[in-house]
């Protein structure tokens, strides 16, 4: 099984079916599809994300979270960027500010370029991709802890950055 397929079975098992939560601000999402993410990816021929096939899950995930970043680095490092990718904007900073957190010289803009790249490497090889993984799912923690939504959310999210620690531990 491809680093892909194992992050995509780990986003799917937590993001579930259809689900329109009144308070989660990405509104209605399937197997962790937003509504908004479904249409841009269809363009002009929109439907409801209720409707959604698994090739169509597969095809975003692999094109909008997976390439580039995650792709490019060992597991689970590869998960733990994946699926904060996923589940949040932010995905960039986060990782930006574990790179800080371990001693790396690069700005935390949210903006994910060469610079970032280059950081992230450097902290891989400079502390082990194991470290790495550890740092951004702490910088996890601290993002969800500055959400307003927490309360709501807070049991499903700690499960999964427990799991992302599981998965780390492993290797």
Not at 137 to 154: M, Q
């Amino acid at each position: 099984m491809s680093d892909f397929d194992r992050a995509l079975a780990f986003v799917l098992h937590h993001e579930g079916g259809f689900v329109d939560h009144p308070d989660d601000p990405g509104g209605a999402t399937n197997m962790g599809i937003t509504q908004a993410t479904y249409d841009a990816w269809r363009g002009n021929s929109t439907r409801s994300v209720q409707t959604i096939e698994r090739g169509e899950v597969e095809a975003i995930y692999r094109d909008n979270y997976w390439t580039g970043a995650p792709e490019s680095q060992p597991w689970p490092l590869s998960l733990v960027i994946f699926d904060a990718r996923v589940q949040h904007g932010k995905w960039a900073k986060i990782v930006q500010r574990a790179c800080v957190d371990l001693g790396a010289d690069v700005v935390v803009d949210g903006a994910w370029g060469p610079k970032s790249q280059a950081a992230l490497d450097a902290c891989r090889s400079a502390h082990g991709a194991h470290r790495v993984t550890l740092a951004v799912v702490g910088r996890r923690l601290d993002y969800y802890n500055d959400l307003k939504h927490w309360d709501s959310f807070s049991e499903g999210w700690a499960q999964r950055v427990a799991l992302l620690c599981v998965e780390a531990a492993k290797e």
